[in-house]
């Protein structure tokens, strides 16, 4: 079991100092690519495991639960390793195409490799202080590949990257060492159990906030989120499309994992606070979208609405709810990662990203409006494509507890969201281009033409594929949902102990 | 770079018990509190002073490997010492213990593939926050 959970971190690990060696020829991007497939084909292997057996988890250097570090994989860490996989193989074979030599010598591609390493990471630790220590392998990889070329630009958006993201390593630290002192545990499923234990609940609430300002912090929710517009949009595309899907989300999932898991003795404060920030998220990130002009800034801002829809589900904690957090989490990370690259290919072709110094891309480049159609339209939640799946049953979900205005706010937030899609589309599709340039994709040579594409097409369909046959992957999200909210089998799995006695689930229904 | 003659003065005997003083900590770390992460901090941290005193590209120059390359293969580093343990049979980063000179009564000289990581450790840590502060440090 060990290698299969450790597969994903080593793998990347391997794949880093590899390319690294290689970094002065052509050999780095491929090996960069190869060892992307071989994550890929690692996490389907552990996807499968954890079918067949429900969790799964593994002690790294033999020292038992809770003294060593335990990786564990449930559904959720699963799906998320494999849509890890899919995204750093997408963006891997854009990379070929999309990053100068230049940056290449740097170590574009090992930092890229440690970065996915630093995810998986995340995704896959059963451990509080192992959870922190990736976060930190990923804030180094990140911050050196939004600086990798130092533009002046580029290092104004890194150091407020850098600065927000260690206030929030601070909180987290914090927290990390107060729940220590009240449990003297830092395994998750230990704490699970710990946390019941604890007298003082009212100091458990507090460190429960301090987690959720740390999280929120990386997620980018509201109020915490202005950094990232403020970064996003200035690393080479491929970064950016990697940091748009991926990084965000392993705050969403942290958050997920610390309030069905751990924090679920107060869930009527900390849960309405998480519905607050959920709100507010989506509101002010779509109205930041609607005020700017640049395809990717737009894109940013995009993202932070959509984590309110994320923190919605978890915020709702019903098991409909977390179906579509889950759902939510995978349909997102596809469509955002795609439409990023999107924008790289209208850059690449039309020469910027600006909406008023590009047009004309429907006339002469046709095939890419209709691989930005399907993202774009997905994440406005048109049916019968993903995002219309994803919405459908959040906004169910807070209707069936009766929130009609979170409700509105979410549907009213969607035809915002299509507000801002039909702005790129009528500024850099329709309208012709303002300096009178023909866009093609044929002025793109062969090679370049096929990395920078199959990557966007095969992630467009991937995102048609989850909108016409939703019914195995609500299903799954239905299971991981379960998982979530009944952590018995994690648990269990884990310490190697039956487990008896009241868990997430029981407590929900005290609640209800 | 600063051009202080106090500082520059003192750098020279600051690095040198900086980077003895990493060591020890990189040592020390086996049962007590330090290790690799802290070991390669205090490290660095002789470097950037040195920087900070010289200039980078004389940083550049003492350090004669370039600091991405040391923080890449202190990654390999630790990552065979974690999956040396497989070829015993043993779980990922089981540590690995050869006594040198063992009698009955007496371990002698253990040596461990934990140390080995811990080393790999220290030269990420030591590569990767150069590679950071020479990269902000040259900017300015």
């Not at chain 1, 989506?282 to 940013?300: C, E, P, Y």
């Not at chain 1, 910027?352 to 004309?360: V, Y």
Request: with cysteine; net charge negative.
């Amino acid at each position: 079991m060990s290698w299969l959970l450790a597969a994903p971190l080593i793998i990347p690990f391997a794949t880093a100092v590899l390319a690294f060696l290689f970094r002065n020829g052509p050999e780095g991007r491929w090996i960069s690519v190869m060892g992307s497939a071989a994550l890929l084909i690692a996490s389907g292997l552990l996807m499968q495991a954890v079918l067949a057996e429900g969790v799964v988890a593994g002690q790294m250097g033999n020292w038992p639960a809770p003294f060593g570090i335990t990786l564990v994989a449930d559904l959720l860490s699963a799906v998320m390793v494999v849509i890890t996989g899919i995204t750093g193989l997408a963006v891997a074979v854009y990379a070929l195409a999309d990053i100068e030599e230049r940056l290449e010598k740097l170590g574009y591609h090992a930092l890229f490799q440690v970065l996915l390493a630093g995810v998986c990471g995340a995704f896959l630790t059963g451990d509080l202080f192992n959870l922190y220590v990736w976060f930190e392998v990923m804030l180094i990889a990140s911050f050196g590949l939004l600086i990798l070329g130092g533009r002046r630009q580029q290092l104004d958006a890194g150091i407020k990257y850098v600065t927000i993201n260690l206030v929030s390593t601070i909180l987290f630290l914090a927290g990390i060492g107060l729940l220590y002192g009240m449990t003297g545990t830092l395994n998750l499923a230990d704490l699970h159990l710990a946390v019941q234990e604890v007298e003082n609940k009212g100091l458990l609430t507090v460190v429960a906030v301090m987690f959720m300002v740390a999280f929120g912090v990386k997620a980018a929710v509201f109020p915490l989120f202005f950094w990232l517009p403020a970064s996003y949009h200035t690393p080479s595309v491929a970064v950016s499309a990697i940091f748009a899907g991926l990084l965000t989300k392993v705050g969403v999932y942290a958050l997920i994992r610390m309030f069905t898991l751990v924090f679920t003795e107060d869930v009527d404060y900390t849960h309405t606070i998480l519905l607050w920030v959920a709100g507010f998220t989506m509101v002010t990130g779509v109205l930041g979208a609607a005020a700017m002009n640049d395809f990717r800034r737009i894109l940013s801002f995009h993202i932070v609405s959509q984590i309110g829809y994320m923190i919605l589900g978890l915020a709702l904690y019903t098991p409909l709810a977390l179906v579509g957090a889950v759902f939510y989490l995978v349909h997102h990370i596809i469509v955002k990662a795609n439409l990023f690259l999107v924008a790289g290919v209208a850059r690449r072709i039309a020469g910027s990203t600006e909406l008023s110094a590009i047009g004309g891309l429907y006339k002469t480049a046709p095939v890419l409006g209709l691989l930005f159609l399907i993202p774009a339209f997905s994440l406005a939640g048109f049916p019968p494509l993903s995002g219309f799946w994803a919405k459908y049953i959040l906004v169910k979900a807070s209707l069936d507890l009766e929130l009609w205005l979170v409700a509105g706010v979410a549907l009213v937030v969607g035809l915002l969201t299509i507000y801002s899609m039909t702005k790129i589309w009528g500024n850099a599709f329709w309208k012709p281009h303002p300096a009178g340039m023909q866009p093609k994709l044929g002025s793109l040579s062969g090679r370049d033409r096929a990395s920078l594409i199959l990557p966007i097409a095969s992630l467009a369909i991937l995102t048609c594929v989850i909108g016409l046959f939703p019914e195995p992957f609500v299903q799954f999200a239905e299971r991981a949902a379960a998982q979530l909210l009944d952590p018995v089998d994690y648990v269990a799995t884990v310490l190697g102990t039956e487990v008896e006695g009241a868990t997430g689930l029981a407590q929900l229904e005290g609640i209800e | 770079m600063m051009n202080s003659l106090i500082l520059n003065a003192a750098t020279r005997l600051l690095v040198a018990l900086l980077l003895l003083f990493s060591i020890y900590m990189l040592l020390r770390g086996h049962n007590l509190p330090g290790g690799g992460f802290i070991g390669g901090l205090i490290g660095a941290t002789g470097f950037v002073l040195y920087a900070i005193a010289h200039g980078c590209s004389a940083t550049r120059a003492a350090l004669r490997v370039e600091p991405q390359s040391i923080a890449m293969v202190g990654l390999g580093i630790a990552l065979a010492a974690g999956v040396f343990a497989v070829f015993f049979g043993d779980a990922l980063f089981t540590g690995q213990w050869l006594f040198l000179g063992a009698t009955e009564d007496d371990y002698g000289l253990p040596l461990s593939s934990v140390l080995v990581f811990d080393i790999g450790v220290y030269l990420v840590v030591f590569g990767s926050i150069l590679t950071i502060v020479l990269a902000l440090e040259e900017e300015v």
